[in-house]
T-cell receptor, first 116, second 112 residues
Framework: KAGVTQTPRYLIKTRGQQVTLSCSPISGHRSVSWYQQTPGQGLQFLFEYFSETQRNKGNFPGRFSGRQFSNSRSEMNVSTLELGDSALYLC???????????????FGPGTRLTVT | DAKTTQPPSMDCAEGRAANLPCNHSTISGNEYVYWYRQIHSQGPQYIIHGLKNNETNEMASLIITEDRKSSTLILPHATLRDTAVYYCIVRVAGNRDDKIIFGKGTRLHILP
């Protein structure tokens, strides 16, 4: 079974631009979560989507948004990029039965975003 | 905030057992203990989880104290490929709140 895939793997943008990152979960996994990892703040939860609906949200500004499609693929968007948005963005998927997530999440390799 | 406390770093000789401690003194009765690890430049990898009984799988063993206030992850025969940051997490499993709160983790160095 293929793992979680994220595209692109690397991205360079300039301040003020916007960016869209993509995540394809493991087949059959309907929950997708996004995390931001920086050297200073570590791994931080952004949001989680299930059945095309945002189910949980972390403490990030509204510039960070996401969506999920009917095939469970997810995208996250960051508008008006700031230097501090430079980070590794990780996507994780998990299996859901009757609305309840399974015990473990499976992470993708991440997208490394550099804002200059 | 993370509900766990881990040492920032540890060393272990290759071939020996690596014992990684974790304190979670405020753990609730319905919270599980999870361990993930992150090898450099990769996404975190699930290792094991448990509620109150000791658990073992092909990767590791998890020992949880009787009062559940601490636990130890054991890698029985550490190899150089086990060099990574190990995260101990407490989380209510099987509910709608699927976010994981990561702490700083323990950076494990396997020494040849």
């Amino acid at each position: 079974k293929a793992g979680v895939t994220q595209t692109p793997r690397y991205l360079i943008k300039t301040r003020g631009q916007q960016v869209t990152l993509s995540c394809s979960p493991i087949s059959g996994h309907r929950s997708v979560s996004w995390y931001q990892q920086t050297p200073g703040q570590g791994l931080q939860f952004l949001f989680e989507y299930f059945s095309e609906t945002q189910r949980n949200k972390g403490n990030f500004p509204g510039r960070f948004s996401g969506r999920q499609f009917s095939n469970s693929r997810s995208e996250m968007n960051v508008s008006t990029l700031e230097l501090g948005d430079s980070a590794l963005y990780l996507c994780a998927s998990s299996f859901v039965r009757s609305g309840v997530s399974s015990y473990e999440q499976y992470f993708g390799p991440g997208t490394r975003l550099t804002v200059t | 905030d993370a509900k766990t406390t881990q040492p920032p770093s540890m060393d272990c000789a290759e071939g020996r057992a690596a014992n990684l401690p974790c304190n979670h003194s405020t753990i609730s009765g319905n919270e599980y203990v999870y361990w993930y690890r992150q090898i450099h430049s990769q996404g975190p990898q699930y290792i094991i989880h448990g509620l109150k009984n000791n658990e073992t799988n092909e990767m590791a063993s998890l020992i949880i104290t009787e009062d559940r206030k601490s636990s130890t992850l054991i890698l029985p025969h550490a190899t150089l490929r086990d060099t990574a940051v190990y995260y101990c997490i407490v989380r209510v499993a099987g509910n709608r709140d699927d976010k994981i709160i990561f702490g700083k983790g323990t950076r494990l160095h396997i020494l040849p």
